[in-house]
């Protein structure tokens, strides 16, 4: 690779993240602890502010931001393959808005590349949900980017029906269910829910703020996931 080429991933790959230790950008880039931390110098030499130390980690400052980019073939067929996946899956307000964006991608692409990805011989059926489902997921979705706590009717495997106040934290996809992931306040604890057996979303005035223990990092580090990604 050029070194131009990696001081670009270099700054992409600290752009997509809250945090990035010196360890995971020599392993994403297949090169030395030595080579990051000169390549970091280099480039807060030449004015790109990232912020940060070696042993702690290193963040783009606010505000920084690069020239638009071109996108690879392969790039651009990986954009709708992703969409082409997604969209059946995502409620329609959503749906439409990545539908609108991978228009926009495709637009600007030079010829050869944009006949590529549209040909991209890779489909995804429509899944099971109806819209009723789909209409939860749209609600679910919403409070999540409202921070509102929900009050909804949970219809359980065996067909019990129980009133939960909740914190909405994520929506998860496994295979032809959504599941959202919760803090119950029945329970005192985190929860998942089907989107399809929710009879019942009330969106409530009161919010609610991430809180030790009770949050999407907290429940995905107890499933030992990596929430950074």
Not at 36 to 45: E, G, K, N, S, T
Not at 155 to 182: E, N, V
């Amino acid at each position: 690779m050029r070194r131009a080429d990696r001081l670009f991933q270099l700054v992409q790959l600290i752009r997509g993240r809250r945090l990035c230790t010196a360890a995971f950008l020599a392993a994403r880039m297949e090169v030395s602890l030595r080579t990051v931390y000169r390549d970091i110098a280099d480039l807060q030499h030449q004015g790109v502010p990232i912020e940060g130390e070696a042993g702690v980690g290193y963040r783009m400052r606010a505000g920084f931001d690069l020239p638009p980019l071109m996108f690879t073939t392969d790039e651009a067929k990986a954009l709708v393959a992703a969409a082409r996946l997604a969209q059946p899956r995502l409620d329609a307000g959503l749906g439409a808005a990545l539908e609108s964006a991978l228009s926009k991608v495709l637009a600007v692409l030079p010829g050869t590349t944009r006949a590529a990805a549209e040909s991209l011989a890779v489909f995804a059926p429509l899944d099971d949900a109806d819209d009723a489902t789909r209409d939860r997921l749209a609600a679910v979705r919403r409070a999540i980017e409202g921070r509102h706590v929900l009050q909804i009717g949970y219809r359980d495997l065996k067909g019990r029906l129980s009133q939960r106040r909740i914190r909405p934290l994520g929506c998860f996809y496994w295979g032809p269910t959504w599941t959202l992931a919760a803090w119950c306040e029945l329970r005192g604890d985190f929860r998942n829910f089907r989107i399809d057996r929710l009879e019942a979303v009330e969106l409530l005035p009161q919010r609610f703020r991430d809180e030790p223990g009770r949050s999407l990092v907290d429940l995905m580090r107890r499933y030992g996931v990596d929430p950074a990604g």
